[in-house]
């Protein structure tokens, strides 16, 4: 069973700043402590971009420490608001496809993860607008992997969302040339879902018969504002990420609010990960029921 972290939005800043009055590197090493304690077990961190607010070289900087406290390898994308040039600057090892976008594939478990750079801006120039695409030279590399993939399924990764979601002003900012990709997934049908970030939300659904998952950021949030033109609306709620199990009968997609679920997790988890269902006799999670039985029989 592949298992996959995934995080997106993160909008790190320089020190002593925030945004509508949080801290963007205090929710984000809430979370990576979350996921170092209770999802070890994970093969690997998605990051789905956006790691910077605006894109430059001090934030970045401030990223390196946190990410580095994650067990398991992190694979790093690119969003709209940041910047190719300073990202490079501060992760110079991250792979780059030979026309120097910022996308590579990985084989897992069966999968073929595909991860794509969607920011809208040429490989060695500044980002051009908010909402995202993917030029001829990079839907060109995404045929190639999708060509190449052989018996596994894929599991493709963006920060833009490829279809609508239903929030106007988001939906303004989204994949510009979604429908052009849609038509090359379907010329293979080996997509066996398509996560994106960008929206700021838990969303689940179809798009033209594939599924796909969208999750929240670690810091604000999109509000449930439906006819709003704007795409810059933010609402503080709790933070989350994703968690992705894909095995031989599919691909099951959960979302933890972490903020809320960490201090449960802290009473009746002990900090224990297991891959299977977790019980009393191993140590690990409990229903209370279970947990009073424990404490009554530990009783002196």
Known sequence: MLKLIVLTDLHMVPRGTRIIGLDPYRRLASGIRHIATHHADADAVIVLGDLAHRGDVASYRRLVPLLRRLPQPVHLMLGNHDDR?????????????????????????????????????PADGRPGSAAGRLCAMRRAWLDAALASAGRRRVLLFM??????????????????????????????????????????????????????????????????????????????????????????????????????????????CRGEVHRRSLSADDGGCRTDEQGARRRTSEAP
Do not use: C
């Not at 991250?94 to 478990?109: E, F, M, N, R, T």
């Not at 969302?161 to 379907?186: C, K, Y």
């Not at 049908?189 to 179809?206: D, P, S, Y």
């Open 85 to 121: 040039s300073s990202f490079r600057r501060v992760f110079p090892a991250v792979p780059l496809d030979p026309s120097g976008y910022a996308q590579q594939v990985i084989d897992l478990a069966g999968y073929r993860l595909v991860l794509l750079d969607t920011l809208d801006a």
């Open 159 to 268: 920060h833009h969302p490829p279809g609508p979601t239903g929030f106007s002003g988001m939906d303004a900012v989204r994949l510009a040339d979604g429908e052009d990709v849609f038509r090359l997934l379907h010329r293979y049908g080996n997509v066996a879902h398509i996560f994106a970030g960008h929206i700021h939300r838990t969303i689940n659904g179809t798009w033209h018969g594939m599924p796909f998952s969208m999750f929240k950021s670690p810091v604000h949030q999109q509000p449930m504002a439906f006819a709003s033109a704007s795409a810059s609306l933010s609402v503080d709620e709790p933070a989350a990420y994703g968690i992705v199990l894909a095995g031989e009968h599919g691909v099951v997609v959960h979302t933890d609010d972490y903020e809320i679920s960490g201090p449960w997790l802290k009473r009746h």
